[in-house]
């Protein structure tokens, strides 16, 4: 993995483990912080070693407490669009990524960790975790796709009392609004259980997961007619060696040994 210097980062039986390392700041992003997460899933792309990744936040405190507001204080007119598309962009690294990420939410996310936490594939959270949208507090809006992702995770008018009130919510209502898949005591509790789901993800066929990331994404991409991805994406599972393989071991009753071919 490329030298970061805002997270820690560590392979163990291919799963990547990302800690955001401010804590200080409540891991608030500054666009350092953005351009080493950039980087690392550039990296996990083409790193065969890395079959899932884990992100979450150091300490007990906060996953992420948002973007850096020392840094949007700073903003103008001219560099605040860019600010937003560069947030967006790796964001979008993240949840277009072929292998499972899973959010593992401790604490505070908040604005761009709450956005950060959406783009990850499956959100686990520790019951203290809180989440929500304040820019509102500070005059903006979500800029890093929280306007989005929050409104089709959890519908529009939630999302736009969410928005607009600047309220947090807490683990518990976030995973009835479906906002989190669930919710455990502690972040070791959360930690076993992102594992536990990644591990069984990664007996699957690689291809095949790759594939629902893309389809699940079309969903919400207008210019993209969902079932032709899935048509094509379903083709392109029939072309791989493990679907052999799935098929085969089916039918001789043994377990299928997936080799993402
Ligand atoms: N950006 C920059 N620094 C942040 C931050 C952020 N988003 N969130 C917290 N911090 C910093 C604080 O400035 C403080 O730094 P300091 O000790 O150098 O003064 C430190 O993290 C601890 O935060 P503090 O506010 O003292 O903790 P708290 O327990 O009283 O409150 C929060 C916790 C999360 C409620 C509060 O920090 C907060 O509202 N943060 C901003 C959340 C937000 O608006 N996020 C969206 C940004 S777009």
């Known amino acids: 993995m490329a030298e970061t210097l805002n997270i820690l980062s560590e392979e163990k039986e291919g799963i990547l483990y990302l800690t955001v390392n401010r804590e200080s700041k409540l891991n608030a992003l500054n666009f350092a912080t953005l351009e080493e997460i950039r980087n690392i899933f550039n990296e996990v792309v083409d790193n065969k070693e890395i079959k899932g990744v884990i992100i979450t936040g150091s300490g007990e405190k906060a996953f992420i407490a948002g973007a850096d507001i020392s840094e949007i204080a700073e903003l103008n007119e001219l560099n605040a669009r860019k600010?937003?598309?560069n947030g967006q962009e790796v964001f979008g690294l993240i949840e277009n990524c072929h292998k499972p990420v899973i959010a593992v939410v401790n604490?505070?996310?908040?604005?761009g960790g709450c956005e950060l936490a959406m783009a990850c594939h499956i959100r686990v959270a520790v019951a203290n975790a809180k989440f929500g949208q304040p820019e509102v507090n500070l005059g903006i809006i979500p800029g890093y796709g929280?306007?989005?992702r929050l409104t089709y995770l959890i519908g529009r008018g939630k999302?736009?009392?969410l928005m607009m009130t600047g309220d947090m919510i807490g683990a518990e209502e976030a995973k009835k609004l479906g906002l989190v898949n669930h919710v455990l005591a502690t972040k070791?509790?959360?930690m076993a259980k992102a594992e536990e789901i990644l591990k069984k993800i990664m007996t699957k066929a690689p291809l095949a997961i790759g594939m629902i990331v893309d389809c699940v994404n079309s969903v919400y991409i207008s210019e993209e007619n969902g079932y032709q991805t899935e048509a094509n994406s379903f083709a392109r599972c029939v072309k791989s060696g493990d679907y052999k393989e799935g098929t085969s071991a089916?039918?001789?009753?043994?377990?299928p040994i997936f080799k993402g071919e």
């Open 83 to 85: 600010f937003a598309e």
């Open 107 to 111: 604490g505070f996310a908040l604005g």
């Open 146 to 148: 929280g306007t989005q």
């Open 159 to 161: 999302a736009n009392e």
């Open 188 to 190: 070791d509790e959360s």
């Open 250 to 255: 089916f039918l001789e009753k043994r377990k």
